[in-house]
C-alpha cells in the first residue's frame, strides 16, 4: 500500500519537473570561475524560479564557488558533468535556514516540496579548508565553541534538508563537508539513487543521515566516510524513521558501515537493507544501537557482504539517557550474511582513519548485548551466515574466562557510547549474547584462522535460545564453542 | 666601464661551464616524495650535504610536486628543476627558519658557499599567501612576537624563495619563481651572480619583489621576466662598508604594483657601474626607474641604454633623500639613460593585478618624471638622450595646482626624510620633467609629448646650475607659443 | 589588540587548567589527517611550553604524522585514547643528539618530562592501560633506511639510523605511562643515565623488525617498570649496566609472566 503510494508520487513528481522550465546559472549572473563567490546570486536564482512555478536551475561545466544556499519549493538544482558547487572556506558565508534550527549547512533546505538535487556533477564543500578556518577563529575567541576532543563543533553539514516532501536526489556527488555529508531529516517521500558520497575529509564525516524519514529509499549509491557511512538516527521521542529501504548500496567507513544510532530519541519501524556491500570499515558491518530510550521494530538485513571489515554485528541497548527508561530493540532479522574480520586495522592509510581504542583486547566478537534489569533484546533471527575470523586469542595479552565471576565481570556499561570494542576482552571469539530473549541462530558458519582461546560463542543471561546447523572451523584439538550461562531454553539442534 | 663588463660576462660563462660537468643525483633517490603533501625538508637537506660532501653535483627534481620547508645549499651543489616539476613551499610557517646570521626566513638559504646554482624549467612556487596568512594567526594567538604593523608579519618573519648570502659564484637560470610570502629571491654580498632566462610571478602578499640584489660584485640579470606586486628588479644596499657594482641588466621584461627598476629604498653604501640595456616596463604602478640614494650611500656611473616604458605611472624618478644616512653625504652623479619610450597613462596602470599599488599623495594630477636633489646635496652630470616620453595632460587645476610664482614653487617641499616616491611631492608643477637642485642636466633629442592640454608647463628647473637642452621638442595641443621650458632660481641653462 | 587575543588564547587553555597549564595540538596547526608532517608544529608547541614554564600539550582522537621531536623541560605530551603519533617513513626525518641515540621522541639533559595515555571519558573507574599511541612505522622507517644505506648516501650502520620510539637520556623525572607503542624500526624505549623513571601500563608490540628490544636502560636510578605487556622480537626487557634502585612487577609476554628485573 505504501509503496504503491510513493511510486505515485514520485511519478507525479517526475512529471511536474519535466514539465518545469529550466534556467541556465549565467541568467542570474552565477559565475563558473571559482572564485567568484556566487551566494546571492545563485539564491536568487532560487528564490526567482521558486515564486515563478518552478524549474531547474542548470549548472554547467564549471567550478561554482558559493557559501550558504536554500533550495525552495519546487525547484531542482541539476549539476550537469562537470559542475562543482564548490563551498566557500570562509566559516562567515555559512548560515542557519531560520532561527530555531541550528543546524546549519552548505546546501538546504526547510519545510520545501518537489525539490530535487541531480546530475552528474559535485557538491564539494572544501570541509577540510573550511573546519581549519573555523578552528583559526574558535581559538581566537571570535567564534564561541566547545571545541570537543579539540575540534569543533560548530561545523556546516554538506546537504541538509528539513521536513521537505517529494525529494529526488540522483546521480550526484556529494563530499567534503566541514560536518556531516548528506543529511535527509523529517523527510518524506524521498527518493536518493545512484548517488556517491565522500566523507574523507574531517572528523564526524558521516555519510548519509537519515534521520526521522518516511517512506525513503537510497539506491544503488555508494558512500565512503571517515565516520559512520549509512546512518539512521532519530533526534526526537515523538518522530521516528519509517518505511526506509536501502538496497545495492556499496559503504566504506572509518566507523560504522551501517548504522542505527547513536542519537535514539524516537525510534526505527520496519527498514529494508538489502543487498549492499562494506568494504575496509574499522568498526561494524551494521551497528543497531538504542541508547537513549527509542525503539526499534522490524529491521530485515538480507544479503549483507563484508568484507575486511572489523566487527560484523553490533546490536546493543544502552541508557545514556537517565531521564527516561531504556528503549527496545526487537524483531531483527539478518539473512545471508558473510563478513571477514581482519587481524589488523581494516582503514589503514585512509585519512582520518578511525582510532585503535579499549586495549588490551583480542578480537572482539559480534555481539547482542542488552541490559540487565529486563531490558532484553527480543526476537533476533540470525540465517545463513558467515563469518571468518582471524583468531589467535592470547591469554596474557587480554583474558575473560569463562567462570561466573569472570562473566559476572563484565560490565554493564549502560551509560557508555555504543560501539562493539567498549567491553574490551570478551569471552568469546565469534559471537557473544547477553541480556537476551528469543534469538535463533539457523545455518551459521563461524571460521577461526588461529587457535583462539575462547570459545566460538557465549551466550549469557538470556532466555530462548536455538542453535540450528551449527558449523564451526578452529584449527587444533576439538573444544567446546558454545559457553551458556546463566540462560534458560537452550535448544541446539 | 664596457671592459669591466665584458670581462663580467667571460667569467660568467666560465662559470656556467663549470657547473656543467657535475654528476646527477635523482632526489627520489633520497627518499623525496613529490606527492605534494609530504614535506621533504629533511630529505632535501641530506641530500644536499651528501652531494657537497661527495664534491659537488646537481640534485636534480623530476616531474612531482616536492613540498619542502627551509633547507640550505651548499658550495658546489645546483638545484635542478625539471620541467613538470614544483619545489612548492610548505604553507605551515613552523617548517620555516629565520636564519641567524642573515635575519631572514627563506625556503631555499645558502650562507658563504661557492660555486652554487638552481636551473631548470620547473617552478619553485613559496604558497605565500596561505603561508603568510597562517603566520598572522598564530602572531595573533600569541604564539609568535611580531607587531603586524600594517597588519601584516614583518618582512623578516616571512619566507622568501631564495636567500643566499655572501656567495661567490652563483647561477640561476630557466626557473619560475612564484608566489613568496616576503620578497622573492635576495642575493646579498654575493660576488659573481649571473641570472639568466627566468620567470618571476609573485602577486601573492606584500613586499613580493621580483628580484632584490644587495650589495653584490659582478652580477648578469639578463633574459629574464618580472611581474610582481611590489619592485619587479631592485637592488638594494643594507651595508654602509658595501656597495652594489659592477651590474648587467640586459633584455629584460618588469611589470609591478611599484617600481619596475629601483635603486634603494636601502641605500647605505651605494651603487656604481651598472649598464641596464633592453628594459621593457609595463602595467607598472609607479616609476619605470627609480635611483634612489636616500641613506648616505653613492649612485654613479650607470647608463641606461634601451627602456620601454608602457602603460607606467611614471617615468623617471632621480632623488638624493637623506633618511638614515648617519653621517655619510648621499649622492647620484654620473648617470646616462638614452634610446627610451615611454607612455604615462591617465588611469591606473596595475589596475586589477592581485596586490595592486595603493593610491597615494592625492590630490595631484599626472606626475612628471623627476630629478630632485636636496639644496646641499644635489644631483650632478645626467645625461637624457633619445628620448620619447608621451603623457596624458588633461591636468585639472580644481583638482590641484601648483603654479610658477615663486611662492608656490618654494612653497614644494624639501622632504629630505622621506619615504623616496614619485608621488611624495602630490602636485608638481610641471608635466613632463621637474628637476630641482641638481647640476649639469644634459638633455639630447627628447621629445615631450602630451595627448591632452596641460595647465603646466613640460619641464620645471628650480636650482639647477647648469643645464643644456639639444634638439628637444615639445608637442601638447593648443599650446602654440607656450613656454614649455621654466627657469626658477637657475643659472647655466642652455637650450638650442 | 595582540595582547587581548593572547589574553584569549590563555583563557581558552585555562578553561582545562589542572596543575599544570594545558595546550591543545591544533592551537599550534598540529593536523590529525594523518598526512600532514607535524614535525615542526610539534617542536614550536613543545618549545612554546616549556619556555612559558612547562604544561601538557594533548592531542586527541587523529593520526599525528611526525618525525623527531626533542622533548624540553617540564613538557609532558598527553596522547587521549584514539590519538596516534605516527613516525614518517623517512631516514632523514630523524634525529639524535650527540651521544643520544635517534628516536621519535628524544630528550637529553631534561626534567620533568613525560608521554603519556589518558583515559577516555566515557570510561570511568576502570584500570585501562595503552591508550594513546606511538606508531613508529618501523618496516617503513627501516626500509628507507636500508634504501639510503644501500645507495650509498646514509653513511650510518642501519642500527645508528633507525630510531627507538622514545630515546631519553640523561633526564631526570621521566614518566612514560598508560600508551600503546607499536612498531619501532630500533628498539621502543631506551633510557640512559635517567633519574626517577615510571614506565608503566604500557602495551608494547614490536615485531616488525628482527631485534627490536622493549625496554633498553642502562645506569638509571630509581627505575619503576610496571604493568607492561611486551610483544616483541628482541628482549621484552634489556638493562646493560649499573642502574640502581629498580623496581619492577606485572610484566608480561604472550608467553606469561616476566621474572622481576634484577640490578
Same mark, same amino acid.
Given at each position: 500500500?505504501?509503496?504503491?503510494?510513493?511510486?505515485?508520487?514520485?511519478?507525479?513528481?517526475?512529471?511536474?519537473?519535466?514539465?518545469?522550465?529550466?534556467?541556465?546559472?549565467?541568467?542570474?549572473?552565477?559565475?563558473?570561475?571559482?572564485?567568484?563567490?556566487?551566494?546571492?546570486?545563485?539564491?536568487?536564482?532560487?528564490?526567482?524560479?521558486?515564486?515563478?512555478?518552478?524549474?531547474?536551475?542548470?549548472?554547467y561545466?564549471?567550478?561554482?564557488?558559493t557559501?550558504?544556499i536554500?533550495? @525552495?519549493?519546487?525547484?531542482?538544482?541539476?549539476?550537469n558533468?562537470?559542475?562543482?558547487?564548490?563551498?566557500?572556506?570562509?566559516?562567515?558565508?555559512?548560515?542557519?535556514?531560520?532561527?530555531?534550527?541550528?543546524?546549519?549547512?552548505?546546501?538546504?533546505a526547510?519545510?520545501?516540496e518537489?525539490?530535487?538535487?541531480?546530475?552528474?556533477?559535485?557538491?564539494?564543500g572544501?570541509?577540510?579548508?573550511?573546519?581549519?578556518?573555523?578552528?583559526?577563529?574558535?581559538?581566537?575567541?571570535?567564534?564561541?565553541?566547545?571545541?570537543?576532543?579539540?575540534?569543533p563543533?560548530?561545523?556546516?553539514?554538506?546537504?541538509?534538508?528539513?521536513?521537505?516532501?517529494?525529494?529526488?536526489?540522483?546521480?550526484?556527488?556529494?563530499?567534503? *563537508?566541514?560536518?556531516?555529508?548528506?543529511?535527509?531529516?523529517?523527510?518524506?517521500?524521498?527518493?536518493?539513487?545512484?548517488?556517491?558520497?565522500?566523507?574523507?575529509?574531517?572528523?564526524?564525516?558521516?555519510?548519509?543521515?537519515?534521520?526521522d524519514?518516511?517512506?525513503?529509499?537510497?539506491?544503488?549509491?555508494?558512500?565512503? *566516510?571517515?565516520?559512520?557511512?549509512?546512518?539512521?538516527?532519530?533526534?526526537?521521542?515523538n518522530?521516528?524513521?519509517? $518505511?526506509?529501504?536501502?538496497?545495492?548500496?556499496?559503504?566504506?567507513?572509518?566507523?560504522?558501515?551501517?548504522?542505527?544510532?547513536?542519537? +535514539?530519541?524516537?525510534?526505527? @519501524?520496519?527498514?529494508?537493507?538489502?543487498n549492499?556491500?562494506?568494504?575496509?570499515t574499522?568498526?561494524?558491518?551494521?551497528?543497531?544501537?538504542v541508547?537513549?530510550?527509542?525503539?526499534?521494530?522490524?529491521?530485515?538485513?538480507?544479503?549483507?557482504?563484508?568484507?575486511?571489515?572489523?566487527?560484523?554485528?553490533?546490536?546493543?541497548?544502552?541508557?545514556?539517557?537517565?531521564?527516561?527508561?531504556?528503549g527496545?530493540?526487537?524483531?531483527?532479522?539478518?539473512?545471508?550474511?558473510y563478513?571477514?574480520?581482519?587481524?589488523?586495522?581494516?582503514?589503514?592509510n585512509?585519512?582520518?582513519?578511525?582510532?585503535?581504542?579499549?586495549?588490551?583486547?583480542?578480537?572482539?566478537?559480534?555481539?547482542?548485548?542488552?541490559?540487565?534489569?529486563?531490558y532484553?533484546?527480543?526476537?533476533?533471527?540470525?540465517?545463513?551466515?558467515?563469518?571468518?575470523?582471524?583468531?589467535?586469542?592470547?591469554?596474557?595479552?587480554?583474558?575473560?574466562?569463562?567462570?561466573?565471576?569472570?562473566?559476572?565481570s563484565?560490565?554493564?556499561?549502560?551509560?557508555?557510547?555504543?560501539?562493539?570494542?567498549?567491553?574490551?576482552?570478551?569471552?568469546?571469539?565469534?559471537?557473544?549474547?547477553?541480556? *537476551?530473549?528469543?534469538?535463533?541462530?539457523?545455518?551459521?558458519?563461524?571460521?577461526?584462522?588461529?587457535?583462539?582461546?575462547?570459545?566460538a560463542?557465549?551466550i549469557?543471561?538470556?532466555?530462548?535460545?536455538?542453535?540450528k $546447523?551449527?558449523?564451526?572451523?578452529?584449527?587444533?584439538?576439538?573444544?567446546?564453542?558454545?559457553?551458556?550461562?546463566?540462560?534458560?531454553?537452550?535448544v541446539?539442534? | 666601464?664596457?671592459?669591466m663588463?665584458?670581462?663580467?660576462?667571460?667569467n660568467?660563462?666560465?662559470?656556467?661551464?663549470?657547473?656543467?660537468?657535475?654528476?646527477?643525483?635523482?632526489?627520489?633517490?633520497?627518499?623525496?616524495?613529490g606527492?605534494?603533501?609530504?614535506?621533504?625538508?629533511?630529505?632535501?637537506?641530506?641530500?644536499?650535504?651528501?652531494? $657537497?660532501?661527495?664534491?659537488?653535483?646537481?640534485?636534480?627534481f623530476?616531474?612531482?610536486?616536492?613540498?619542502?620547508?627551509?633547507?640550505?645549499?651548499?658550495?658546489?651543489?645546483?638545484?635542478?628543476?625539471?620541467?613538470?616539476?614544483?619545489?612548492?613551499?610548505?604553507?605551515?610557517?613552523?617548517?620555516?627558519?629565520?636564519?641567524?646570521?642573515?635575519?631572514?626566513k627563506?625556503?631555499?638559504?645558502?650562507?658563504?658557499q661557492? &660555486?652554487?646554482?638552481?636551473?631548470?624549467?620547473?617552478?619553485?612556487?613559496?604558497?605565500g599567501?596561505?603561508?603568510?596568512?597562517?603566520?598572522?594567526?598564530?602572531?595573533?594567538?600569541?604564539?609568535?612576537?611580531?607587531?603586524?604593523?600594517?597588519?601584516?608579519?614583518?618582512?623578516?618573519?616571512?619566507?622568501?624563495?631564495i636567500?643566499?648570502?655572501?656567495?661567490?659564484?652563483?647561477?640561476?637560470?630557466?626557473?619560475?619563481?612564484?608566489?613568496p610570502?616576503?620578497w622573492?629571491?635576495?642575493?646579498?654580498?654575493c660576488?659573481?651572480?649571473?641570472?639568466?632566462?627566468?620567470?618571476?610571478?609573485s602577486?601573492?602578499?606584500?613586499?613580493?619583489?621580483?628580484?632584490?640584489?644587495?650589495?653584490?660584485?659582478?652580477?648578469?640579470?639578463? $633574459?629574464?621576466?618580472?611581474?610582481?606586486?611590489?619592485?619587479?628588479?631592485?637592488?638594494?644596499?643594507?651595508?654602509?662598508?658595501?656597495?652594489?657594482?659592477?651590474?648587467?641588466?640586459?633584455?629584460?621584461?618588469?611589470?609591478?604594483?611599484?617600481?619596475?627598476?629601483?635603486?634603494?629604498?636601502a641605500?647605505?653604501?651605494?651603487?656604481?657601474?651598472? @649598464?641596464?640595456?633592453?628594459?621593457?616596463?609595463?602595467?607598472?604602478?609607479?616609476?619605470?626607474?627609480?635611483?634612489?640614494?636616500?641613506?648616505?650611500?653613492?649612485i654613479? &656611473?650607470?647608463?641606461?641604454?634601451?627602456?620601454?616604458s608602457?602603460?607606467?605611472?611614471?617615468?623617471?624618478?632621480?632623488?638624493?633623500?637623506?633618511?638614515?644616512?648617519s653621517?655619510?653625504?648621499?649622492?647620484?652623479?654620473?648617470?646616462?639613460?638614452?634610446?627610451?619610450?615611454?607612455?604615462?597613462?591617465? *588611469?591606473?596602470?596595475?589596475?586589477?593585478?592581485?596586490?595592486?599599488?595603493?593610491?597615494?599623495?592625492?590630490?595631484?594630477?599626472?606626475?612628471?618624471?623627476?630629478?630632485?636633489?636636496?639644496?646641499?646635496?644635489?644631483?650632478?652630470?645626467?645625461?637624457?638622450?633619445?628620448?620619447?616620453?608621451?603623457y596624458?595632460?588633461?591636468?585639472?587645476?580644481?583638482?590641484?595646482?601648483v603654479?610658477?610664482?615663486?611662492?608656490?614653487?618654494?612653497?614644494?617641499?624639501?622632504?629630505?626624510?622621506?619615504?623616496?616616491e614619485?608621488?611624495?611631492?602630490?602636485?608638481?608643477?610641471?608635466?613632463?620633467?621637474?628637476?630641482?637642485?641638481?647640476?649639469?642636466?644634459?638633455?639630447?633629442?627628447? +621629445?615631450?609629448?602630451?595627448?591632452?592640454?596641460?595647465?603646466?608647463?613640460?619641464?620645471?628647473?628650480?636650482?639647477?646650475?647648469?643645464?643644456?637642452?639639444?634638439?628637444?621638442?615639445?608637442?601638447?595641443?593648443?599650446?602654440?607659443?607656450?613656454?614649455?621650458?621654466?627657469?626658477?632660481?637657475?643659472s647655466?641653462?642652455?637650450?638650442? | 589588540?595582540?595582547?587581548?587575543?593572547?589574553?584569549?588564547?590563555v583563557?581558552?587553555?585555562?578553561?582545562?587548567?589542572?596543575?599544570?597549564?594545558?595546550?591543545?595540538?591544533?592551537?599550534?596547526?598540529?593536523?590529525?589527517?594523518?598526512?600532514?608532517?607535524?614535525?615542526?608544529?610539534?617542536? +614550536?608547541?613543545i618549545?612554546?611550553?616549556?619556555?612559558?614554564?612547562?604544561?601538557?600539550?594533548?592531542?586527541?582522537?587523529g593520526?599525528?604524522?611526525?618525525g623527531?621531536i626533542?622533548?624540553?623541560? &617540564?613538557?609532558?605530551?598527553?596522547?587521549?585514547?584514539?590519538?596516534?603519533?605516527?613516525?614518517?617513513?623517512?631516514?632523514?626525518?630523524?634525529?639524535?643528539?650527540p651521544?643520544?641515540?635517534?628516536?621519535?621522541?628524544?630528550?637529553?639533559?631534561?626534567?620533568?618530562?613525560?608521554?603519556?595515555?589518558?583515559?577516555?571519558?566515557?570510561? +570511568?573507574?576502570?584500570?585501562?592501560?595503552?591508550?594513546?599511541?606511538?606508531?613508529?612505522?618501523?618496516?617503513?622507517?627501516?626500509?628507507?633506511?636500508?634504501?639510503q644505506?644501500?645507495?650509498?648516501?646514509?653513511?650510518?650502520?642501519?642500527?645508528?639510523?633507525?630510531?627507538?620510539?622514545?630515546?631519553?637520556?640523561?633526564?631526570?623525572?621521566?614518566?612514560?605511562?598508560?600508551?600503546?607503542?607499536?612498531?619501532?624500526?630500533?628498539?621502543?624505549?631506551?633510557?640512559?643515565?635517567?633519574?626517577?623513571?615510571?614506565?608503566?601500563?604500557?602495551?608494547?608490540?614490536?615485531?616488525?623488525?628482527?631485534?627490536?628490544?622493549?625496554?633498553?636502560?642502562?645506569?638509571?636510578?630509581?627505575?619503576?617498570?610496571?604493568?607492561?605487556?611486551?610483544?616483541v622480537?628482541?628482549?621484552?626487557?634489556k638493562?646493560?649496566?649499573?642502574?640502581?634502585?629498580?623496581?619492577?612487577?606485572?610484566n608480561r609476554?604472550?608467553?606469561?609472566?616476566?621474572?622481576?628485573?634484577?640490578?
Amino acid at each position: 500500500m505504501n509503496k504503491i503510494k510513493i511510486v505515485w508520487l514520485l511519478s507525479f513528481f517526475c512529471l511536474v519537473q519535466v514539465s518545469a522550465k529550466d534556467y541556465n546559472a549565467s541568467l542570474f549572473g552565477i559565475k563558473s570561475n571559482g572564485t567568484t563567490l556566487n551566494t546571492t546570486s545563485i539564491q536568487k536564482a532560487i528564490d526567482y524560479i521558486s515564486e515563478n512555478g518552478g524549474g531547474t536551475l542548470q549548472f554547467y561545466v564549471g567550478r561554482y564557488l558559493t557559501g550558504s544556499i536554500f533550495l @525552495k519549493s519546487n525547484v531542482t538544482i541539476n549539476l550537469n558533468e562537470g559542475a562543482i558547487l564548490l563551498g566557500s572556506t570562509n566559516p562567515y558565508d555559512y548560515r542557519n535556514f531560520n532561527d530555531k534550527i541550528h543546524t546549519f549547512s552548505f546546501v538546504s533546505a526547510y519545510q520545501a516540496e518537489n525539490i530535487g538535487i541531480t546530475g552528474k556533477g559535485v557538491i564539494d564543500g572544501q570541509g577540510r579548508e573550511m573546519v581549519y578556518n573555523f578552528l583559526d577563529q574558535q581559538h581566537k575567541g571570535i567564534m564561541p565553541d566547545l571545541m570537543r576532543y579539540d575540534r569543533p563543533g560548530l561545523r556546516p553539514n554538506g546537504v541538509y534538508l528539513r521536513e521537505c516532501k517529494n525529494v529526488t536526489v540522483t546521480g550526484v556527488t556529494i563530499k567534503s *563537508a566541514g560536518g556531516w555529508t548528506f543529511y535527509p531529516d523529517q523527510c518524506e517521500n524521498m527518493l536518493i539513487d545512484g548517488v556517491t558520497v565522500l566523507g574523507l575529509d574531517f572528523w564526524n564525516n558521516d555519510g548519509i543521515d537519515i534521520v526521522d524519514c518516511k517512506n525513503l529509499k537510497l539506491l544503488n549509491s555508494f558512500i565512503d *566516510a571517515a565516520d559512520d557511512a549509512i546512518c539512521f538516527k532519530s533526534h526526537e521521542a515523538n518522530k521516528y524513521c519509517e $518505511n526506509v529501504e536501502v538496497r545495492n548500496c556499496v559503504a566504506r567507513s572509518s566507523a560504522s558501515a551501517i548504522k542505527f544510532g547513536t542519537v +535514539t530519541a524516537g525510534g526505527y @519501524k520496519h527498514i529494508r537493507i538489502i543487498n549492499n556491500k562494506v568494504y575496509n570499515t574499522h568498526r561494524s558491518a551494521i551497528t543497531i544501537a538504542v541508547p537513549d530510550g527509542g525503539f526499534v521494530d522490524d529491521v530485515l538485513v538480507d544479503s549483507l557482504y563484508a568484507y575486511n571489515t572489523s566487527n560484523a554485528i553490533y546490536l546493543r541497548i544502552g541508557a545514556r539517557n537517565t531521564s527516561r527508561p531504556p528503549g527496545t530493540l526487537k524483531n531483527i532479522t539478518i539473512q545471508n550474511m558473510y563478513c571477514e574480520i581482519p587481524a589488523t586495522k581494516a582503514d589503514v592509510n585512509y585519512p582520518y582513519e578511525g582510532p585503535v581504542e579499549d586495549n588490551p583486547r583480542n578480537i572482539s566478537p559480534a555481539s547482542i548485548v542488552g541490559l540487565a534489569g529486563g531490558y532484553d533484546i527480543e526476537n533476533v533471527t540470525l540465517r545463513n551466515i558467515e563469518l571468518v575470523y582471524p583468531g589467535g586469542g592470547n591469554v596474557h595479552y587480554a583474558y575473560r574466562g569463562l567462570k561466573p565471576a569472570d562473566l559476572d565481570s563484565i560490565p554493564e556499561m549502560a551509560r557508555s557510547y555504543p560501539e562493539f570494542s567498549q567491553f574490551l576482552e570478551l569471552p568469546a571469539w565469534a559471537f557473544w549474547v547477553r541480556h *537476551a530473549k528469543n534469538v535463533t541462530f539457523e545455518n551459521i558458519t563461524l571460521t577461526a584462522k588461529e587457535r583462539d582461546y575462547r570459545p566460538a560463542i557465549v551466550i549469557q543471561e538470556t532466555e530462548n535460545v536455538t542453535l540450528k $546447523n551449527m558449523l564451526y572451523k578452529e584449527p587444533g584439538g576439538k573444544k567446546k564453542q558454545v559457553h551458556t550461562y546463566k540462560t534458560k531454553n537452550i535448544v541446539q539442534k | 666601464m664596457t671592459n669591466m663588463i665584458k670581462i663580467l660576462i667571460v667569467n660568467m660563462i666560465l662559470l656556467i661551464t663549470q657547473q656543467l660537468s657535475a654528476k646527477d643525483y635523482d632526489v627520489r633517490d633520497f627518499g623525496a616524495v613529490g606527492d605534494g603533501i609530504f614535506v621533504n625538508s629533511n630529505i632535501i637537506q641530506h641530500a644536499i650535504d651528501y652531494i $657537497n660532501a661527495a664534491g659537488g653535483g646537481r640534485l636534480v627534481f623530476y616531474p612531482g610536486t616536492y613540498v619542502t620547508g627551509s633547507f640550505y645549499l651548499k658550495s658546489n651543489v645546483t638545484l635542478h628543476i625539471e620541467q613538470g616539476a614544483t619545489l612548492l613551499g610548505s604553507t605551515n610557517p613552523w617548517d620555516y627558519v629565520k636564519d641567524p646570521h642573515v635575519g631572514w626566513k627563506s625556503m631555499i638559504f645558502a650562507v658563504k658557499q661557492d &660555486n652554487i646554482g638552481i636551473s631548470g624549467k620547473g617552478i619553485i612556487n613559496g604558497r605565500g599567501f596561505t603561508t603568510a596568512n597562517n603566520m598572522v594567526k598564530y602572531i595573533q594567538k600569541g604564539l609568535f612576537d611580531d607587531p603586524l604593523k600594517l597588519d601584516r608579519p614583518n618582512e623578516t618573519n616571512r619566507p622568501e624563495n631564495i636567500y643566499f648570502r655572501e656567495c661567490n659564484n652563483v647561477v640561476i637560470r630557466d626557473i619560475t619563481l612564484k608566489d613568496p610570502a616576503s620578497w622573492n629571491q635576495t642575493y646579498d654580498q654575493c660576488k659573481n651572480l649571473l641570472v639568466d632566462n627566468i620567470f618571476v610571478d609573485s602577486k601573492s602578499y606584500w613586499n613580493n619583489d621580483g628580484i632584490d640584489v644587495v650589495d653584490c660584485d659582478g652580477v648578469v640579470i639578463k $633574459n629574464s621576466y618580472f611581474d610582481t606586486a611590489d619592485d619587479a628588479i631592485c637592488f638594494k644596499s643594507h651595508d654602509a662598508n658595501a656597495i652594489c657594482q659592477n651590474v648587467v641588466v640586459d633584455n629584460c621584461t618588469g611589470r609591478s604594483s611599484a617600481n619596475g627598476l629601483k635603486f634603494g629604498t636601502a641605500s647605505r653604501g651605494g651603487f656604481r657601474n651598472f @649598464k641596464i640595456t633592453n628594459l621593457t616596463i609595463y602595467d607598472t604602478f609607479r616609476s619605470a626607474i627609480t635611483f634612489a640614494a636616500v641613506d648616505g650611500g653613492l649612485i654613479e &656611473n650607470i647608463v641606461v641604454d634601451g627602456l620601454r616604458s608602457v602603460n607606467t605611472g611614471n617615468v623617471l624618478f632621480l632623488r638624493i633623500g637623506n633618511r638614515w644616512s648617519s653621517g655619510k653625504t648621499p649622492s647620484l652623479q654620473n648617470v646616462t639613460i638614452k634610446n627610451v619610450y615611454a607612455e604615462v597613462p591617465y *588611469a591606473k596602470p596595475d589596475a586589477g593585478y592581485n596586490y595592486e599599488g595603493p593610491v597615494e599623495d592625492n590630490p595631484r594630477n599626472i606626475s612628471p618624471a623627476s630629478i630632485i636633489g636636496l639644496p646641499n646635496m644635489r644631483i650632478k652630470n645626467i645625461t637624457l638622450e633619445n628620448i620619447e616620453m608621451v603623457y596624458p595632460g588633461r591636468s585639472d587645476t580644481l583638482y590641484a595646482k601648483v603654479g610658477l610664482t615663486s611662492k608656490e614653487l618654494d612653497a614644494i617641499p624639501e622632504m629630505e626624510k622621506s619615504y623616496p616616491e614619485f608621488s611624495q611631492f602630490k602636485e608638481l608643477p610641471a608635466w613632463g620633467m621637474y628637476i630641482r637642485h641638481a647640476d649639469d642636466i644634459h638633455f639630447k633629442n627628447v +621629445t615631450f609629448r602630451a595627448l591632452e592640454q596641460d595647465y603646466r608647463p613640460a619641464v620645471v628647473m628650480d636650482d639647477v646650475k647648469g643645464a643644456s637642452f639639444r634638439g628637444v621638442s615639445f608637442s601638447e595641443p593648443n599650446a602654440q607659443g607656450k613656454n614649455q621650458i621654466f627657469k626658477y632660481k637657475s643659472s647655466g641653462i642652455n637650450i638650442e | 589588540m595582540k595582547k587581548f587575543f593572547f589574553s584569549f588564547f590563555v583563557a581558552i587553555c585555562a578553561l582545562n587548567l589542572s596543575a599544570q597549564t594545558d595546550y591543545k595540538a591544533s592551537v599550534f596547526g598540529c593536523m590529525s589527517d594523518g598526512i600532514t608532517l607535524n614535525t615542526q608544529s610539534i617542536q +614550536t608547541a613543545i618549545n612554546i611550553i616549556s619556555s612559558r614554564g612547562g604544561g601538557m600539550l594533548h592531542f586527541y582522537v587523529g593520526r599525528y604524522l611526525t618525525g623527531t621531536i626533542f622533548l624540553k623541560n &617540564n613538557v609532558t605530551i598527553v596522547l587521549h585514547e584514539g590519538a596516534t603519533l605516527v613516525g614518517v617513513p623517512s631516514a632523514y626525518d630523524y634525529a639524535g643528539l650527540p651521544g643520544v641515540p635517534k628516536g621519535l621522541i628524544v630528550a637529553h639533559g631534561q626534567s620533568n618530562i613525560g608521554v603519556v595515555g589518558s583515559t577516555p571519558e566515557y570510561q +570511568t573507574n576502570m584500570d585501562v592501560i595503552g591508550n594513546g599511541i606511538i606508531e613508529g612505522q618501523g618496516k617503513s622507517v627501516r626500509k628507507s633506511i636500508e634504501t639510503q644505506i644501500a645507495k650509498g648516501y646514509l653513511n650510518e650502520t642501519i642500527e645508528q639510523a633507525s630510531p627507538a620510539l622514545i630515546s631519553f637520556s640523561e633526564c631526570t623525572g621521566v614518566k612514560v605511562t598508560g600508551l600503546m607503542l607499536r612498531e619501532a624500526a630500533g628498539d621502543v624505549v631506551t633510557y640512559n643515565d635517567c633519574k626517577n623513571v615510571e614506565t608503566a601500563g604500557l602495551l608494547i608490540e614490536s615485531k616488525d623488525i628482527a631485534g627490536s628490544n622493549g625496554l633498553v636502560f642502562s645506569k638509571c636510578t630509581g627505575l619503576n617498570v610496571t604493568n607492561n605487556f611486551f610483544n616483541v622480537s628482541g628482549k621484552p626487557i634489556k638493562s646493560s649496566a649499573n642502574s640502581k634502585e629498580v623496581k619492577s612487577s606485572d610484566n608480561r609476554t604472550f608467553a606469561g609472566s616476566l621474572s622481576k628485573i634484577t640490578k
